[in-house]
């Protein structure tokens, strides 16, 4: 089975960034969508970006204007941008790429920790 593999987690303090990044260097089909969800504990995973391929992204309201979400279709990579980082912001982050379009198929990455705190 595929895993996505997913770096850039971390602890930092409010206002500060971080650079998210997933990549496969396995077959996988023709990209549809990749994208960036995230879940805090006690809560429901959320989405929090995604890059179309075609290029046209979408943002969660709680993210837009501080968070960057880019890709390459091609490469078979997507990253995300954080910026202004809050203490709401802390989660596990999981990259998100889908495959197909009548039946799409969602491959995930491990998981990594962004935790933002004083």
């Known amino acids: 089975q595929v895993q996505l593999a997913e770096s850039g987690g971390g602890l930092v303090q409010p206002g500060g960034s971080l650079t998210l990044s997933c990549a496969t260097s396995e077959s996988i089909g023709r990209i549809n969508v990749m994208g960036w969800y995230r879940q805090a504990p006690g809560k429901q995973r959320e989405l929090v970006a995604t890059i179309h391929s075609n290029g046209a992204t979408n943002y969660a309201e709680s993210v837009k204007g501080r968070f960057t979400i880019s890709g390459d279709n091609v490469q078979k990579t997507v990253n995300l941008q954080m910026n202004s980082l809050k203490p709401e912001d802390t989660a596990i982050y999981y990259c998100?790429?889908?495959?197909?379009?009548?039946?799409?198929?969602?491959?995930w990455g491990q998981g990594t920790q962004v935790t933002v705190s004083l």
């Open positions: 998100n790429i889908r495959t197909g379009w009548l039946n799409p198929f969602d491959y």
